[in-house]
C-alpha cells in the first residue's frame, strides 16, 4: 500500500482543483477554440463559419471579392442589431496577413470576434462596447500566400507575395526559378559548403554545433536557400513564385515600381486591395482601422514617407494617446512612426486609410523577440539559439545534412524552419493574440460617442428666441480627424433644427458666454450647421440660434462616424 505524504497529497489536489476549473472553463464557452496554434486559410475559413453559426444574431458572415487564384475573402460583420444596424454607427475596421508569411495576425483577428461574442452580456464593458460599436473583420488580405505558406515547403520570408505569375528575370519566362526543397522534408533551409581553413566566411559556433557564425577565417560559405539552377541560366532561385506587394498598392503616395518594388501597375490594381478599397469606401462609418503584420514589436504609424509631412497637432495629440496605452498594454512593443523610425512605405494600407480617407490607423508587428524571456534586453544570435534549445528542444532546426548539388558538388543543407523568428511558440501564443486584441477594443472603444446636451431657451430681443445645443464627445478619438477637415474628406458634421413653427433666422457658435448675441454667423442656411472639424475629442460642439415663432421643434446631429442624435424642445 502506497502512502501519500502532505506535499504529494497537496500537488493531487491543486491538480485536481485546476482541472476542474479548466473544465468549468470550458462549458461556459458557447464555442471551445484554440488560441495557441495557427490556422491555414481553409481552417480560417472553417472558423469563421463556426463563428457566426455560434452567434448567427451578432454575426454576418460575407466574401467581399475574390482573390488574384479565386479564394473567397471573409468578411466577418461584429454587430448587435437590438442597438441599430452596423452602418449606423461608428464602426472599426481591422485585417491582418497582407503579406503571405506574417501569419498570426489573422488569429488576433478571430480572437477578437470570439471574446468578444463570448463575453457579451457578462462583462458590462464589452457588453456597452458590442452594443455601441459595430466590427468589420477581415482574418486575412493574402488568401493566396497564406494558403501557400502552409501547404508548401518555404522559407521564413518567401510566399511574402500573392501568386500572380511574374517574370522577376526578364528571361521570357514566368516563375521558372524558385527555392527548391531539395532533399524533400518539407522545408527550404540554407545550403553551406565546407571548403578548406581560412577560405570561407562562416564556421560552426563551438558550442552550439550547427549556429553559422561570420568569420573571415572560417571553413565554411554560405550558398542561400535551398535551390537549383532551374532554368539553366547559371543563376539560383532568381525567379520565384509570383510577386506584388499589396502593402505598397494603396492611393496614398503611390509610387511606381522602379521606385518602390512590388507596388504594382497603378494604385489598387490588385483584386485583393480593390475589393478592400471598395468596402471602406462603401462604409463610410468606420473610424478606426488595424491592420496585424508580423515580426518586431511595433505600433506603428504614419506617415509612410518623409515628404508627406507631419500630421496635424490634434491628430497626433489622439495618435500618442493611443500608442502610449498600446506600449502599456504590449510588452516590448514599441510605439513608432513608419518612415522616421522604421522604413520610408510609400502606397501603404494605413497610409491610405489615415491620409487618404482620415480615419485614425495604426500597424501592429506583432511578434516581439524580447517576449522570449522577461527583459527588455535584445537577444544575439548565439542567445537565441541557446534558447531554442533548452526551450524548443532544438525544433526550431532542421540538422544539417549532406546533399549532392548539381552545380556546387557536395554540400550540406540545414537551418532554421520557416516558422523561426516569425510567430512566438505556441505557449507564448495566446498571450500575444488576447493583448492585441484587447488593443484593438481599446482603440474602439476611444471612437466618438456624441450626445446632445444642455439645450437651452432664451429671449432674444423683438420676441425672437436664442436655442443653445452642444454636441458633446466622451472619447477621444474626434468625430472627424483633423486631416479629415483640412483636405475636405467625406461629409461633415450636421446639427439640423427641424420645425413647422419655429423660423430659423440666424445661426453659428456662440464667441462670448455672457452676451448671447455674440456669434460668428453662417452665411448660408442657417438651419443646418455645419462642422468640418466635428466634435472634438472629449469636447463640445455648441450651437446657438435665432429663431422666431413658436411651438415644438426637433434637433438633429448626423454624422459619418458618429450615431446620429437627436433631441426636442418647444417654443413658448
Not at 453559426?53 to 448587435?80: C, F, H, Q, V
Not at 534549445?389 to 532542421?398: I, Q
Not at 438633429?556 to 446620429?564: D, H, I, L, Q
Request: aromatic share 10%; with cysteine; proline share 5%.
Amino acid at each position: 500500500m502506497k502512502t501519500l505524504t502532505l506535499k504529494t497529497l497537496a500537488t493531487t489536489l491543486c491538480l485536481a482543483l485546476a482541472g476542474t476549473l479548466s473544465a468549468q472553463g470550458a462549458k461556459d464557452y458557447r464555442l471551445d477554440l484554440q488560441w495557441n496554434r495557427l490556422y491555414d486559410y481553409d481552417e480560417l475559413v472553417e472558423i469563421a463559419q463556426r463563428l457566426q453559426r455560434t452567434w448567427p444574431n451578432m454575426l454576418s458572415l460575407a466574401s467581399i471579392g475574390k482573390s488574384y487564384e479565386g479564394r473567397d475573402m471573409w468578411m466577418l460583420t461584429l454587430n448587435n442589431p437590438a442597438t441599430g444596424t452596423h452602418r449606423t454607427k461608428p464602426a472599426f475596421y481591422t485585417d491582418a496577413n497582407i503579406h503571405g508569411n506574417e501569419v498570426q495576425g489573422a488569429e488576433v483577428n478571430l480572437y477578437l470576434v470570439w471574446y468578444l461574442c463570448e463575453h457579451y452580456g457578462k462583462v458590462p464593458k464589452i457588453t456597452e462596447l458590442v452594443d455601441r460599436v459595430a466590427f468589420y473583420v477581415l482574418p486575412t488580405v493574402n488568401a493566396d500566400g497564406r494558403a501557400a505558406w502552409f501547404r508548401e515547403a518555404n522559407t521564413s520570408s518567401s510566399q511574402r507575395a500573392p501568386r500572380k505569375p511574374k517574370d522577376d528575370d526578364l528571361d521570357g519566362l514566368f516563375d521558372e526559378d524558385p527555392s527548391d526543397d531539395l532533399d524533400g522534408d518539407g522545408h527550404i533551409t540554407r545550403m553551406r559548403k565546407k571548403v578548406e581553413p581560412g577560405t570561407g566566411r562562416y564556421k560552426e559556433h563551438e558550442d552550439y554545433p550547427g549556429l553559422m557564425v561570420r568569420d573571415d577565417e572560417g571553413d565554411y560559405v554560405m550558398l542561400g536557400s535551398e535551390g537549383i539552377d532551374n532554368d539553366g541560366d547559371g543563376r539560383i532561385n532568381e525567379d520565384g513564385i509570383g510577386y506584388y506587394d499589396m502593402n505598397r498598392n494603396w492611393p496614398s503616395s503611390w509610387n511606381p515600381n522602379h521606385l518602390q518594388g512590388g507596388a504594382g501597375e497603378y494604385p489598387l490594381s490588385h483584386p485583393e486591395t480593390r475589393c478592400i478599397a471598395d468596402f471602406i469606401l462603401d462604409h463610410p462609418n468606420i473610424a478606426g482601422v488595424q491592420a496585424f503584420h508580423n515580426a518586431g514589436g511595433m505600433i506603428l504609424r504614419g506617415p509612410g514617407l518623409k515628404e508627406y509631412g507631419s500630421y496635424p497637432r490634434r491628430d497626433r495629440q489622439v495618435y500618442d494617446q493611443l500608442g502610449e496605452e498600446g506600449e502599456f498594454m504590449l510588452p516590448f512593443y514599441r510605439y513608432m512612426i513608419i518612415h522616421k523610425d522604421l522604413y520610408s512605405v510609400a502606397g501603404g494600407f494605413v497610409n491610405w486609410t489615415a491620409e487618404g480617407l482620415g480615419i485614425f490607423s495604426f500597424t501592429n508587428e506583432l511578434w516581439a523577440r524580447n517576449r522570449m524571456r522577461q527583459s527588455a534586453e535584445s537577444m544575439d544570435n548565439v542567445a537565441r539559439r541557446k534558447w531554442d534549445d533548452l526551450m524548443t528542444f532544438g525544433d526550431n532546426y532542421v540538422p544539417w545534412k549532406e546533399y549532392d548539388h548539381p552545380f556546387y558538388g557536395k554540400i550540406e543543407i540545414g537551418g532554421a524552419k520557416k516558422m523561426t523568428g516569425r510567430v512566438p511558440p505556441t505557449w507564448l501564443m495566446e498571450e500575444g493574440v488576447h493583448r492585441n486584441a484587447a488593443f484593438v477594443a481599446y482603440h474602439a472603444g476611444e471612437m466618438p460617442d456624441v450626445e446632445l446636451v444642455e439645450l437651452e431657451i432664451r429671449d432674444a430681443p423683438g420676441g425672437l428666441h436664442y436655442v443653445d445645443i452642444k454636441a458633446r464627445n466622451k472619447k477621444l478619438i474626434p468625430s472627424r480627424s483633423a486631416i479629415a477637415e483640412q483636405n475636405k474628406i467625406g461629409r461633415p458634421d450636421r446639427l439640423e433644427f427641424v420645425s413647422d413653427g419655429v423660423t430659423v433666422i440666424a445661426g453659428g457658435r456662440p464667441t462670448d458666454r455672457w452676451r448671447p448675441e455674440r456669434m460668428t454667423l453662417q452665411e448660408k442656411n442657417p438651419r443646418v450647421m455645419l462642422s468640418d472639424a466635428g466634435v472634438p475629442s472629449r469636447g463640445d460642439w455648441h450651437v446657438r440660434w435665432l429663431v422666431s415663432g413658436s411651438g415644438d421643434f426637433e434637433i438633429r446631429y448626423v454624422a459619418e462616424k458618429a450615431t446620429n442624435r437627436s433631441t426636442r424642445g418647444t417654443v413658448e
